[in-house]
């Protein structure tokens, strides 16, 4: 990773007081990188701007678990509270991201009444996205499921599809083929159309 200007996006201006602002760190990723390894100590937590990052662990027969995917937001939130990662966090998608000391924000949340209700207000709006997505997956059509994704994630019935149809289809918990099948046959369907690297309700 390499370091890059120091400007903030929107959001973390919103959200975070002057004194951690200062101390953010803007960081290029490539595709391949890790941000940590499972068991090691949290020191720093990341916020991805763009690109795309998990959390993943090994199944019970070896395939890789996801546990997280982020395309804009906080990574990892739960290891503020944690001595260790029980998982590990890559990059599967270059871009960029900002880090900030654990130690800061514990610090900051103590003492800043203002700052500690933002942080409640940020971890409530990703309990609701986690509701959402568990919700999503008890659907059992992959139609229903992708439906339900664009509706839900994207905004005025259009979903950016980040890395592609291959990370959506392990979002929803299905092949990529099914993905695929599914997609065209609603394109032929004109219910949905492909737009850029985004899918659209029409």
Partial sequence: MKALSEQLPPALLVLLPISLQVQCTNLACAKG????????????????????????????????????????????EASLQS?????????????????????SIKQELLTNPDFAM??????????????????????????????????TEGEEGKLALGTGLKSIAAELSVSHEALYRTVAELEKQNVLYRLDDSICYK
């Fill in 118 to 151: 933002r942080w409640v207000a940020m971890l409530n709006k990703e309990l609701k996205r986690l509701r959402a997505q568990c919700e999503r997956l008890s659907l059992k059509s992959v139609k229903d499921r992708l439906l339900h994704l664009i509706e």
């Fill in 83 to 103: 001595n260790s990662y029980h998982c590990e966090g890559l990059i599967t998608s270059s871009g960029q991201l900002v880090s900030l000391p654990i130690p």
């Fill in 33 to 76: 990188e890790r941000l940590f390894d499972q068991g090691q100590s949290p020191e720093r937590m990341f916020y991805i701007c763009n690109g795309e990052a998990v959390l993943q662990r090994a199944g019970l027969h070896g395939a890789s678990l996801v546990l997280q995917r982020v395309r804009q937001g906080f990574i990892s």
